[in-house]
């Protein structure tokens, strides 16, 4: 008799839960609960995390209206997942269309982690279509794969990262030698072997979410297509940098990723990703730094 097929149910991942702050002064947050490690191996909390806190920070602090634009960020220390971040704000500037603060991050009297954050007004690509079309030029490269939405289910779930609640999916043909493309979603749902639904998700939220993903740079998968033989033996985020193209998207839904590696030397790496709904429409292009050392130091 053939084995019985059970689906893993999970509780929901409640997004407010893990990332809401808290005011504690005209220019002063606080994390409700301390960032999550992805795994207890790891020396600190998983920096997509904390990218996606500083967001919240952002937009907490600025006016109605305004969206992320773009983040230029710094892992100054590792943050450890046993007290809450402290985040203190500056508000460098107050325009009509764009408006600029600088974060810093705290964990006691250590600073741990800077951001320069740009957001701004009139982001959807959809409600600024006939501007778009008579008077410039919206411009993106699809992804090279043409899987397409629906084949999605097809693929099985490859990674669970449970501390963060990430689901990865990889595509079986890869089509372009320089990238790697795979799917990840923060919670899960209408999965054959998952279900663990995101909930409390509201306009802030999501794009505290699929910041998260942001720092999923999957070079396990990218390095071997890459027919890099040498792995590193230390790897940690130095800088991240996210630029936010639209905001119509549906962060409860499937991402795909392009991964690329531009440079490699001298202990760091230089990695570029960019993000497309599951209908690929390009939402984000990320840019990061790793500290990337392939020997032992002497």
């Known amino acids: 008799m053939a084995k019985e097929h059970k689906k893993l149910e999970l509780p929901p991942f409640d997004i407010r839960k893990a990332f809401d702050v808290t005011k504690t002064g005209p220019h002063s947050y ?10 207890q191996a790891t020396k600190g909390a998983y920096g997509g995390n904390t990218v996606a806190q500083a967001i919240l920070v ?4 600025s006016p109605a209206g305004f969206t992320p634009n773009s983040i230029h960020s710094f892992f100054i220390k590792a943050v450890n997942d046993k007290e809450p971040v402290s985040w203190q704000v500056e508000e460098i500037s ?5 408006v600029n603060r600088f974060i810093r991050g705290y964990q006691g009297d250590t600073i741990v982690f800077t951001a320069s954050v740009s957001l701004t007004k009139n982001n959807s690509t959809l409600q600024n ?3 778009n079309n008579k008077n410039g030029l919206n411009f993106s490269i699809p992804p090279n794969n043409t899987m397409q939405a629906g084949e999605f289910a097809n693929l099985p779930v490859i990674w669970r990262m449970a501390p963060l ?20 979603r923060l919670g899960i749902k209408d999965d054959p072997d998952y279900h663990e639904p995101l909930t409390n998700v509201d306009n802030e939220f999501k794009y505290v979410g699929v910041t998260a993903l942001t720092d999923w740079m999957a070079l396990d ?3 071997p297509h890459l027919d890099v033989d040498v ?7 130095i800088d991240h940098s996210v630029y936010y193209h639209e905001d119509d998207f549906d962060v409860d839904d499937w991402f ?9 030397g001298n202990d760091r790496a230089l990695l570029k990703g960019d993000v497309y709904t599951s209908d690929k429409r390009h939402v984000m292009t990320v840019v990061q730094e790793r500290l990337h050392i392939t020997s032992p130091k002497l």
């Not at 952002?58 to 602090?61: F, G, I, K, S, Y």
């Not at 107050?94 to 764009?98: C, D």
């Not at 792995?231 to 985020?237: E, G, L, M, W």
């Open 30 to 39: 606080l994390g409700v609960a301390p960032l999550t490690k992805p795994s």
């Open 58 to 61: 952002a937009l907490r602090a």
């Open 94 to 98: 107050n325009g009509k269309t764009f």
């Open 129 to 131: 279509a006939a501007r």
């Open 165 to 184: 609640n990430i689901y990865q999916k990889i595509y079986s043909h890869q089509s372009d030698p320089e990238t790697v493309t795979f799917v990840l």
């Open 221 to 223: 998968f990218l390095l």
């Open 231 to 237: 792995r590193p033996k230390v790897q940690a985020s």
């Open 256 to 264: 795909i990723y392009v991964l690329s590696m531009r440079w490699a």
